[in-house]
């Protein structure tokens, strides 16, 4: 893989629906969901202008779960509401090992002392859960959870550093695709807004007469739909340590007895949650870690859009 100068463009209609010759979500797609994908081992490769990284996996396992998570009868791995036009889908991919290196390339602007940095983890999962449109298949709304157990992380100061350095790197390329997203996504995150939140739901309220059997999907559709597109990064325990290891690239270091400096530091239950579509004002209910202290957040930020609004209007 490399990354992009410029972010190329959507990907378009599912190439599964195209290659069956359909362009709705139909039996094709549900026969490649229902595949249960085990790899021994895959090598991934990052290239870019300032670095090359690589990800080895062993012991690859992705399979179609229930919304509880958990391996069942395939029809209960996806709800469709027909009403809406849409589907949801869920997916656990989970692995032995990983493995990440990445180092800075010869024709980069990177220290050449700089350390290449090592990642080396044991157990983990992602979880993914998609909203589609029966229709054309595009993806509305998407929440991707990865899960890690205990973690254990060495890292020296120059590795730190080559970490920084290789985020700053990709911040460009990143900035660009968010871009490019959050331009195509008004349409979609409006249809998923509208058909989602509970008092935007009148036009979809069943007629008199509707049968049960409609009402009760389209409850347990709302259980478990997505409001907007979000990432999840869960850790139950990291241990990281930094150490100085200035003084082994000086000489006569040893010699003299200087001796580097260490920062050991534990988190517990580590949690990053990014919302990217999220607008300002909109509310935070379905949010994962949702606590009542973000009412007061919400009413700050309607305050500081209203007044922003309000100052837009004037020019």
Known sequence: MRTCEEPRPPNGQSPIALAAGQSEYGFAEKVVEGMFIVVNSITIKIHSKAFHASFELWQLQGYSVNPNWQQSDLRLTR????????????????????RIEADATENGDQDPITTPLRLITNQGRIQISLKRRTKDCNVVASKLMFLLDDLLWVLTDSQLKAMMKYAESLSEAMEKSAQQRK?????????????????????????????????????????????????????????????????????????????????????RRMAFDYYPFHRAGDACKHWVRYSEAMETRGQWAKKLVSEFQSKMEKF
Request: charged share 20%; net charge negative.
């Open 183 to 267: 331009s195509l996504a008004p349409e979609s995150v409006q249809v998923s807004l509208d058909v989602g939140l509970p008092w935007k739901r009148a036009s979809w309220a069943q007629p008199f007469g509707a049968s049960p059997n409609a009402s009760s999907i389209g409850q347990y559709f709302d259980k478990h739909d997505m409001k907007e597109s979000s990432y999840h990064l869960l850790i139950s325990r990291l241990d990281l340590h930094i150490c100085d290891d200035s003084h082994a690239r000086e000489a006569g270091a040893q010699k003299h007895g200087m001796l580097g400096g260490a920062i050991q530091l534990t988190f």
């Open 79 to 98: 709800i469709t509401d027909p009403q809406r036009g849409e589907v949801l889908t869920f997916k656990e991919l989970t692995w032995q090992t990983l």
